[in-house]
Every structure is written in C-alpha cells, then in structure tokens.
C-alpha cells in the first residue's frame, strides 16, 4: 500500500489529506497472522489455504470494504405488511449488502466451513485456527455481517451435536448449502425484557399441542432477525422456574408446509453501530418450534453456542483492532505537520504503540484460544474464552478511540472508516454478556469452580519451557508474573471478590499474551519482534509503576522504532533490549 502522497512539487489543497487503507492487502500486511498461521496449521493446509486468504485479504481492504461502507449508508428497512394488507414482513436489505452475504455464504462458505468438507477444495472440515483466521480477515472489511455468519455456524453445531436424527436430517443440508437460494441462515434469540444476564427470568412460554411444540412470548434483542431459522430458549409448561426450566427449540421461518410461521417481527432496532445488519424484536404467536436435546439441559445446549460466539466476539476485536492500526499507520505516515511526517513524532509513536500492542495480543490469544478447541483442551478453552472476550472487545473501543486521533479531524467525519469502527466496537461490549458477566464467568466459574486456571498455567508454563531461547532474566520474569497472576485469580475466587473479578481477570489475560508473544517470537521463521511486544506487556501492564514518578527505560525507544519499522528481526538481535 501507498501510504506516502504521490511525488509533487508542491503540495495543495487535498494533497494534504493524509490517505486511508482503501485497496490496502490485510493479508500482505499483516506479518504477525502470517507467522502464527505458520505455527499452528499444518504445513499442508496452510500452503493449500493460503491463496485463499491471499484472496480475502484483498478483498477485505478493496471490494468488500466499498460494499460496507454503502450497507453502513443504507440500513435494513422493515416491511410489515404487503400491498394487500397481509402480515407478510420482510426485511430488504441494500445491493451491497446482498453481495457481502455471497462472497461470505456462497464464495467463502464460513458458515460450513469447519463443519463439511467441500469448502476451498478442502477434503476435510477446517481446523477452528483456520476458521478464525478468515473471519480475522473479513472483518476487517466488515463486521456487522459477520454475527450471521458466526451465529449460522453455531446454530449448526448445536443441532449437529443436540439435534434428533430427524431434526437433522431436516435443517442441516439447507443449513450447510453454498447455494443461497436454498440456504437457511440461523440465528439465537436469548434476550426478553425480562431477562438479558439473569436469563432465568425468561417469560417464553412453550407448550405441546398434538404433538408439537408451540412457543408464545416475545424476543428482545434479535439480531439477525429474519434468519431461516432461529434457536432460543423457552420454558415448558409445568417445568421449574429459573434457568433449570429453561429448554431449547428451534424455530423456522417458514413451516414445513411453507406457510409463515406464527411470529412477527414487530420493529428493527435503531442502532448505534452494526448498521448493516438487521437486530429487531419478535412477538411468538403460538409459533411451531422443535425441542433441541433434552428439555432439562436448555440452558447448558445454549451455552455452547454462546461460548463460541463469545470467541468469535473476540476474534472479531482484533481484526478490527489491526484495522485501526492499520488506518493510524496510514494516517500518521501519509501526513506531513510542523515539516515532519506525524509518524515521527516521539508521542505519536507512543500513541501508535499503545494501539499496536492490545491488537497483537489480542491476535495471540484469539489463536491460542482457537488452537485450544482444535486440540480437545476443553479446560484451556474454558478459560481462554472468557479472557478473551473480555479484555479484547474492551481493549479495541480504546485502540479505536486513538485511531480516531491519529487521523484528527478527519477522523469524526462519516466519509472515513473510523466512526464506523467506533460505533461498531461497542457492541463487544454487550453481545454474548457484558464485561462483568464475562469477568465473573472467569473467575467464579472458570477458576473457582473448574479449576480451568491451572491447565492454563500448565500450557503456559510449558510454553515457557519451549522459549528457553529468551534471556533468562526476562523468561524467569514472565514465569514469576504467570504464578503471582494466578495466585491473585485464586485468592479473588476463594475469598468472592466480586469486585475485583475484572482485575484478575485481566491479571491473566495480560500474562497469558505476554508469555505467547515472547513464545511465538521464539519460533522458528517468525518475526522475533513480537517478544519486544511482550516486553511491553510486561513492563506497561504487569508490573508495578508509579504513577507520580514515570520515566522512559532506555529500551522503549529503540524497541519502538524496531516494532514501527518495516523489517523482520531475529531473536539475537534484540537481546540487549529483553535483558
């Protein structure tokens, strides 16, 4: 990418304006995803996909950003009824819209991509790291597609796995077909007025008539709201109260008969980002619906889906993170103030770092937590999940706060990307629990209840071990972080400290990401650079400072300039700024 004005004798006017991304490669730009997709795919499929995320990164940072940017322009518009008075709503959506869900349901497959072999000419399902990698890439260009995409994908793992022969048989070849025409997306509907976190407040009710499931109530917050066909949780008649009542249905659009099923899509929420994509509220008139697994495990079946939508959440906070590095580069080299290019500036650089760092951890975490799930290490996952949606989607409404400010004015306007990614950013905040719900997930559950925290500390522990390559002092460091964090996760667990849930919480993911950037730097092939990112993680967020008494270490600099620069470094190179 050009990031640089073309060459003139004197500047005027726009040349002023310092560019953007537009046309940008995410893939080519991105050495980091490049390295860690070398660590953990194996050679064969990496070399098979890597056309493929060639093809994405372009299309990312050309095509599908223009297609976002209209469909942010040109929300969903609900239809209530048609021209002869009829119930019939429907949701049109703009061109640009219609194209995005083709490249990502019908060219890209992510939806069946890691359920079914066909997809990219791969014999096989593929593994979640490479899954994640090209939802990594997509959002980039856009985000508010990508919950259909992942709640499509999720709603096919719960049938696949909870789902009746039957039940089976019927939603899964419309669920996993490439063609749209006969696609049917899916979704979840949790939220009702009188349950979001405290979902055993749920006023669904679900009740059997001549054999079939009839559900009345009404949904809250439904995104993704006209999908085919939609899972949600509702409470038989008779069943106890609270969550232990609570059972899973699937519900279509559309019986088998064809006719409309019994609900109706009363409004669309009026967003403050996602526009694209269209979140709405439904009343349920008696609609038919089929039970999904037992009827006692509601509850636990629907926590799958949002374990795994919680990742995607976070996957999707560093995609967009590394957008908004990505713009602050742009903006920061392509302009010019004072007779310097911004990017030189010594607060500048600290500010491009303060972006840089939370995006690369959260990239490390992201596939870690992927490669988790490809292994089986149900324990690691558990607890890697929770920390990563946490601390990532809070992490990226900061880093796009200052991708906003690297761009200055320009940044507040609509024609740039960055409102876009502002507004965008806060829905991680929300979706699939809040940061206190998450926190609390960790450290209640997660650590208090499962233990996960010490198959975690095991994995880490063992990654250490693998980076003997490090500087003993700056390994031996990161090992007595790794210990004092968990020793705080516990302490906070046993003792019920709520309110310090959130710092402990953090506590972990800070030195999870740390060890794994130092880890990954120590590779063979790969960018050695990213252990100075771990220095920073160490230094900046896991080790006492006073707040009174700053100083500059003599190593931030050049370690800046080396993170800022255009080449890759080897390990022995940067020993004296790790010692």
């Known amino acids: 990418m050009q990031l640089d004005h073309p060459a003139t004798h004197t500047r005027t006017g726009s040349d002023w304006i310092a560019p953007d991304c537009a046309g940008m490669d995410f893939h080519a730009a991105d050495r980091g995803l490049r390295d860690l997709l070398g660590i953990y795919l194996p050679r064969e499929v990496l070399d098979h996909l890597t056309p493929h995320y060639r093809r994405l990164g372009r299309l990312a940072g050309g095509r599908l950003d223009d297609l ?10 609900l239809h209530p009824r048609d021209r002869f008075g009829r119930d019939q709503d429907w949701i049109e959506y703009h061109p640009a819209y219609r194209e995005m869900e083709q490249i990502a349901f019908g060219d890209f497959q992510f939806h069946a991509m890691s359920h079914r072999g066909g ?4 014999d096989r399902p593929l593994p979640p790291v490479a899954k994640y990698a090209f939802q990594y890439l997509f959002v980039q260009g856009e985000f508010g597609l990508m919950c259909p995409i992942s709640v499509t994908d999720t709603s096919i793992h719960l049938i696949r796995t909870f789902g009746s022969n039957s039940l089976q048989d019927y939603l899964l070849p ?31 009710v679900a009740r059997q008539q001549d054999g079939i499931w ?10 993704h709201t006209d999908a085919d066909v939609a899972l949600m949780l509702a409470r038989p008649e008779g069943a106890p109260s609270g969550t232990r009542g609570l059972a899973l249905f699937a519900l279509p659009r559309r019986t088998r008969d064809g006719a409309r099923n019994a609900y109706r899509i009363v409004r669309l929420k009026d967003k403050l980002g996602t526009k694209s994509m269209a979140s709405g509220e439904i009343r349920l008139e008696g609609a038919e619906a089929y039970l999904v697994g037992r009827q006692d495990q509601g509850l636990k079946q629907m926590m799958e889906q949002v374990n ?24 920061s080299r392509g302009r010019t103030a004072f007779g310097r290019t911004v990017a030189d500036f010594p607060l500048m650089r600290r500010q491009l770092m303060k972006m840089l760092v939370p995006a690369e951890q959260a990239l490390s975490m992201a596939l870690c937590t992927a490669d988790a799930m490809g292994r089986g290490a149900r324990e690691e996952l558990r607890i890697l999940t929770g920390l990563l949606k946490l601390r990532a989607c809070r992490d990226n409404v900061t880093v796009a706060t ?3 400010e690297a761009r200055g004015g320009n940044g507040y306007i609509e024609d740039w990307v960055n409102p876009r990614l502002i507004r965008d950013a806060q829905v991680g905040l929300l979706w699939e629990g809040t940061s206190n719900i998450n926190a609390l997930d960790v450290i209640s559950r997660a650590v208090g209840k499962s233990g996960a925290h010490r198959a975690l500390q095991s994995m880490l522990a063992g990654r250490l071990d693998e980076a003997a390559a490090l500087p003993p002092a700056f390994r031996n460091a990161l090992g007595q972080a790794l210990d004092r964090a968990v020793a ?10 709520e309110t310090l849930a959130r710092l402990a919480a953090t506590a972990l993911y800070d030195v999870s990401s740390a060890i794994l950037l130092a880890w990954e730097g120590t590779r063979p092939g790969t960018d050695a650079r990213r252990t100075l990112l771990a220095r920073f993680v160490l230094t900046h ?15 931030e600099g050049p370690a800046t300039d080396a993170l800022l620069g255009e080449h890759p470094l080897a390990l022995e190179q940067l020993a004296a700024l790790l010692a």
């Open 541 to 555: 967020r896991l080790s006492p400072a006073d707040p009174l008494a700053p100083a500059e270490a003599d190593w």
């Open 308 to 331: 795994l939508s919680r990742l995607s959440h976070g996957v999707r906070a560093a995609a967009m993170m590394r957008r908004c590095v990505n713009e602050a580069l742009a903006a």
């Open 402 to 404: 200052a991708a906003m």
């Open 214 to 223: 009839r559900l009345s109530g009404e949904k809250w917050f439904c995104s």
């Open 68 to 77: 976002a940017r209209i469909a942010d322009r040109h929300p969903p518009v």
């Open 488 to 497: 705080l996760a516990e302490r906070v667990a046993g003792q019920g400290q």
């Open 174 to 204: 419309k669920m996993l077909s490439a063609d749209l025409s006969t696609l049917w997306k899916g979704t979840q509907f949790i939220t009702e007025k009188a349950g979001g976190s405290d979902i055993g407040a749920l006023e669904t």
């Open 119 to 122: 997809v990219m000419g791969m």
